[in-house]
């Protein structure tokens, strides 16, 4: 079945994230959540946004909506998404209309955040309303196709109130929420998180073919590494409020080149060969109140530790097919100009070469696990 809306005819749009610090009001002050990050979501692919819980992911999510709410706020930095300039700088009708309109977006646990005393048919009226959508009937149209796109009865899903929806079918409408609208770049939060094995790799597929089919621009946030694999093109890797690799998908699992990134790989249990090579990553996360303010955020659970990793922060830069920010990681740079073996040993590879053999001690054990759902609201 085609879906009523076609492509952009101007193409997927790009999103261009630079130097974007998020913080949040504490008692400790404001401290940020997101720091200093720069990142672009090529037009037309998936990017999978991984790290521990607490990492910054929702936090970075919402600021290409414009949308952190007090105590939080965009602090620094812009979000460029083509068609649309900087959204940081978006406000009142305009940034409402973007909203939905332009960038769809599917919040952490959508299956609860409809609003429990309407129908689905209603919530979606209220949605077109918002937006000023004059023919109602082709949105309501709409709707059912995307519904039953994803394998749903749309007449009767509309009618539905969300107490009589499973929590996939809930996931679904949260989806069709966010495109209904004929936004161009989506956000999906935690897409597939308490959902059911069949029903993951059901909604995986609905968004990779719906993302292809529209010719969006997507980013899918997760802890989960296997939901990156099956469904995204590049991965970026948060810690601690900064981005840490990005690159492609195959290369970067492939390969890990930041200690982390190999840490949240090296955790995977496999479902074939020895469980015991599984290995939890040491140590825990840090929260706001304890993410170093000067050096490398990750250093207290890292093997590779070194003197510099104390006072400066590793830039975030390319090692050829990837950005990586890591003093023990050579930058691309070093790759083009590599000819004695000395200056070899500084390769990602050459650098590795102590890591992935036994188990690794943190330097230092971290702070308190950040386990929350955070920022929820109204998919419109
Ligand atoms: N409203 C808020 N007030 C204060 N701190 C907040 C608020 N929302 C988030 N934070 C803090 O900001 C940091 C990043 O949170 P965020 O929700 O963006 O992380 P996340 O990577 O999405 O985590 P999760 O995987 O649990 O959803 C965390 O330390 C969190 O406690
Ligand atoms: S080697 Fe240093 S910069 Fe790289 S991840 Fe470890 S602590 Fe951070
Ligand atoms: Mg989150």
């Known amino acids: 079945m085609t879906l009523t809306t076609p492509m952009s005819p101007d193409g997927p749009p790009s999103v261009r994230i630079r130097d974007l610090t998020v913080v949040y009001r504490t008692a400790a002050g404001e401290l940020p959540a997101v720091r200093d990050v720069s990142m672009d979501l090529a037009p037309g692919t998936v990017t999978g946004l991984v790290g521990e819980s607490g990492s910054g992911k929702s936090t970075l999510a919402l600021s290409l909506l414009n949308a952190v709410q007090p105590p939080g706020r965009i602090s620094a930095g ?53 937006h000023d959508v004059k023919d109602l009937r082709a949105l309501v149209a709409e709707a059912r196709d995307l519904l039953a796109r994803m394998g749903l009865d749309g007449a009767r899903v509309l009618d539905s109130y969300q107490h009589e929806l499973s929590g996939g079918m809930r996931q679904r409408v949260g989806i069709m929420l966010a495109l209904v609208l004929n936004a161009h770049v989506v956000v999906l939060d935690e897409p597939t998180t308490a959902l ?138 070093t790759f083009t100009t590599t000819t004695s073996e000395s200056e070899r040993e500084m390769t990602p590879s050459r650098a590795w070469s102590g890591i992935g053999s036994g188990r690794r001690e943190p330097a230092a054990d971290g702070d308190g696990v950040v386990a929350r759902e955070t920022n929820e609201g109204d998919s419109a």
């Open 196 to 333: 059911d094995m069949i029903t993951q790799a059901n909604i995986l597929e609905i968004i990779r073919e719906i993302h292809a089919e529209r010719g969006l621009t997507t980013l899918v946030i997760t802890h989960d590494i296997g939901v990156v694999a099956e469904v995204a093109d590049e991965i970026a890797v948060m810690y601690g409020g900064r981005l840490v690799e990005q690159g492609p998908v195959r290369a970067v699992l492939g390969d890990p080149h930041h200690p982390y990134t190999r840490g949240l790989i090296q955790a995977i249990p496999r479902l074939t060969g020895d469980i015991d090579e599984a290995q939890a990553l040491p140590g825990r996360p840090p929260t706001l109140t304890t993410i170093p303010d000067q050096g490398c955020v990750f250093r207290s659970r890292c093997a590779l530790r070194m003197d510099v990793c104390d006072t400066v922060d590793p830039l975030f830069q390319s090692t050829g097919d990837r950005m990586v920010a890591c003093h023990a990681v050579a930058p691309a740079a």
């Open 78 to 130: 812009s979000v460029d998404i083509g068609g649309l300039g900087d959204v940081v700088q978006l406000r009142g009708d305009k940034l409402r209309q973007a909203r939905g309109g332009q960038i769809g977006y599917v919040f952490q646990a959508a299956q609860n955040s409809l609003n429990p005393l309407k129908t689905v048919g209603k919530q979606l009226l209220d949605l077109g309303r918002s």
